[in-house]
């Protein structure tokens, strides 16, 4: 049978391929835009003066990250992001570690958004806060996570264009303020003073480090929505490239503000940060427990005039891209083990789906489950004196957030290691699938008869993830112990399912690549791709067939 | 809708500028590169959203 025939026989009902350029952006904006509210204060906390620095080694990282997703996504326009990289380009165990670490990264971004919105309503309903009132918060933080469980069992989801109105919003308003704090109030001889009286030690400012890589997690997203998006070879590196700077810019942004800016003092400006009676610099009163889980809409009210308007809608507008983003983990880990479980990585019970609503149901209500967990031990240490006393004898009494925090960069830095093995494997092995956009700077060679191309940017992303998960390893003790504990169980039940069923326990199951990738092209409309494909793959051949008969 | 993101683009690009000559007035500093950094990110954001936005004008005409 032929390449195209089998191809046409396995067809299948596809997704509707409704996302737009903005769409896309919209749906990336509204996961990685909703990071730097969290990681803004738990950054300045970790690396005071330097927090600046720390933001921008964890940006360069992110940039050869998204460089790596962009290249991938678009030659792969497929809903399952960096599992479905990892495992077409290094096989079933390392496509499931890479799936399950992701999964994490799901479970805790429910948990961290959901408790990160509550931090920013508070900022508006000051009975929220966590400080006096534990109990009122974590009942909040959990009716919010069992709430949107409930939704995605109905199947209610954010459309498409609502995600587009919140960023649209969203980036005019950190426009507005980086435009009036740079103007008005920003000091580069306060920065510089800052930075020399306030530099953290080397632990401090790894710690930084792996917190300040939490801020720009999020591209799978528009991974994960490549199946639903129009054109995607052609669109998503458009719109991967505009996300990628405008994160950075934010990051950047903020973090020399907070260093350099003079809090606005005026007629109509909010009390002088002050901590324990003591007026202190801005940044610690950001990085400070109380404020660190709302930092952005602490910072905007402090900006000149405009900080008046900020102050009463950007804890708002940050909580309501905080409860998008908390969504998308619901939605993502649902999503991403249902499409393990379909390759045979996880066990059929995540392809239960709802009789009525024909939503994964199990997923998602199993994924809630392994939140709310997690949500107890953040919890945990303000909820209970003893709970406290422990966590502040083996843990450095870590408090909730930062908990939360460990276990979201030690998820992230695991996923991102793995996909920039599988960039290069994908490189080396996959030569021949059409990549309409490709990272520069590349190392020519011949792998088989076929010229590879070897992708310099992977390497040194390879080695500044690896670094940032090295320092997550090093600087957090909860990081430590639970992030490798949850891959381990993993990994243990992942070789009992497959034993049981049979399946190769260590090897990969027999999977047909090229009929897989005429397929996907097919899907996604990319019509040219795809007869450059085949021609390429009927290219190859004659070469080798030339090759065999001298 | 376009005319507001080639007006965004011009901003980034002004706001790079004067970013990087505001730092850049108080001296070489190393203290100072984060924020230099942001300046040209600002500048190569506003110059690939602009190069877009005239390369499609141009498509649009010529189509």
Known sequence: MSLEARVVEKRKPQLRRAVKPWGSFAWGYSDVGADIFVGLGLVLGAAAGASNIAFLFAGLVYVCIGLAYTELAATYPVAGGGQYFVLRGLGDIFGFIAGWAVLLDFTIDITLFAWSCVDYLSQLVPQLLTVPHPVTHFVVVLLLICGLCLLNVIGIRESTAFNGIVSGLDVVSETAILFFGFFFAFNPQLLIHTMQTSWPTTFQLMNGVSLAIISFVGLESISQAAQETQRPASIIPRTSISLILTILIFALSYSNLALGMQPWSGHGAPPAPMMHGHNVPLWAYLGNGENNGKAVAVLASYVPFYGALAALYVPLLGSILLLISSNSGVFGSSRIAYAMSTTQLLPSFFQRVHGRFRTPAASIIAFTLVAIVELIFAALPSLNTHAAMIYRKFFHGEDGITFLGDLYAFGAATSYSFVFIALIALRLYDPLSPRKFKIPFNIPMQIRGERVEFPIVGVIGFIGIGSILVFTMITHEIGRFAGPAWLICGLIGYLIYRYRKGLPIWRSQRHNWRVAQVDILRASGELELMDEYTNNLRESERRREEARQR | ?63
Do not use: K
């Not at chain 2, 965004?8 to 001296?27: E, K, P």
């Not at chain 2, 590169?33 to 004008?57: D, P, S």
């Open chain 2, 1 to 63: 809708m376009n005319q507001t993101r080639f007006a965004f683009s011009f901003l980034y690009i002004a706001l790079g500028i004067a970013i990087i000559v505001r730092l850049l007035r108080f001296g070489l500093h190393r203290e100072l590169f984060g924020g230099v950094v942001l300046g040209l990110v600002l500048i190569a954001f506003g110059g690939y959203r602009l190069a877009f936005y005239v390369r499609a004008r141009r498509m649009r005409v010529e189509s």
